[in-house]
């Protein structure tokens, strides 16, 4: 299937690991040009020099988007370089364990890093996504659906990220932008092997997590989640909008009597 990608300009946050690097390879195999926001500099810069060996275009952009000047500048950085933006992925994010003990100011430091720069990124991209009549693609968390405990920032900042995909993706109908939420639950990733690993036993927690993902006793790969987001951010998806798309082997929504089986 051609998913008519090919030199379309997609802004990718957090694009340097984990889900986002997918993203932004699923992207960059389909011949769209990607520009990728992060904090740190080497990933970025190193995925930058490697596909432009492979004829691809990673444009590497340094911010720390809790700043909300810096989201502003990520975007216009976008369009100097390429001249235009046809798809926004709000990727970045951190479940940073603030919960209600942690008081207001922490509170409110986790929404800047969660939910502030989603809220940023889209206000500054609209004028471009208007003229391109683009899209918004943002990447959730079975936690805006699910109690964790110990993390009320992030769960807030995920929560309210599923109110502005569907508060968007009204508010934008008449301009022709669609803007749909991709909710990830268990995906194995770098950091989350990294997780585990502080573990007393990393296999035997990690087996106990896949015992609780139905579809394949498996963590969701960086894949799996890439390929979803590109598949809704293309013209083959032009009239899909508002929706919070679970890829998560069907963890979300199980009914309990699967686990206590387990
Ligand atoms: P990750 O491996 O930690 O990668 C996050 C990326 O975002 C990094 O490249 C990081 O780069 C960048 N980033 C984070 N905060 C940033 C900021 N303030 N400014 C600029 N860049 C920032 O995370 P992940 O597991 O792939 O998660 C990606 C998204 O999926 C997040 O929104 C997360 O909430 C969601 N999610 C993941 C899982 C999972 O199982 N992995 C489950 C549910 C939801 P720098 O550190 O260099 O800035």
Not at 116 to 135: D, F
Not at 240 to 249: A, K, R, S, Y
């Amino acid at each position: 299937m051609d998913l008519q990608l090919a030199g379309k300009v997609v802004l990718v946050t957090g694009g340097s690991k984990g889900i986002g690097l997918g993203i932004v390879k699923s992207f960059l195999s389909e011949g769209a040009k990607v520009a990728n926001v992060n904090r740190s500099a080497e990933d970025g810069r190193q995925l930058e020099v490697e596909s432009a060996k492979r004829g691809q275009d990673c444009y590497f952009i340094q911010a720390d988007l809790s700043d909300v000047s810096a989201c502003q500048r990520a975007v216009d950085a976008t369009v100097t370089r390429y001249g235009r933006l046809d798809v926004l992925v709000n990727n970045a994010g951190v479940n940073d364990g603030v919960g209600l003990d942690a008081g207001p100011d922490a509170f409110l430091a986790s929404l800047q890093r969660n939910l502030l720069h989603v809220y940023a990124m889209a206000h500054y991209a609209l004028p471009h996504l208007k003229q391109s009549q683009g899209c918004i693609i943002n990447i959730g968390s079975k936690v805006s659906v699910t109690g964790q405990g110990g993390t009320s920032g992030y769960a807030a900042s995920k929560g309210g990220l599923n109110a502005l995909t569907r508060e968007w993706a009204l508010d934008l109908a008449q301009d022709g932008i669609r803007v749909n939420a991709v909710i990830p639950a268990e995906v194995w990733t770098p950091l989350y092997e990294n997780w585990l690993d502080t573990m007393p036993d990393p296999l035997g927690t990690r087996r106990a997590i896949e015992d609780m993902i139905p579809f394949g006793q498996r963590f969701t790969t960086c894949e799996e989640i890439a390929d979803t987001v590109v598949f809704v951010a293309s013209p083959k998806s032009s009239h899909t909008t508002g929706q919070i798309l679970f890829v998560d082997g069907g963890y979300t929504h199980f009914d309990r009597k699967y686990s206590a089986k387990q």
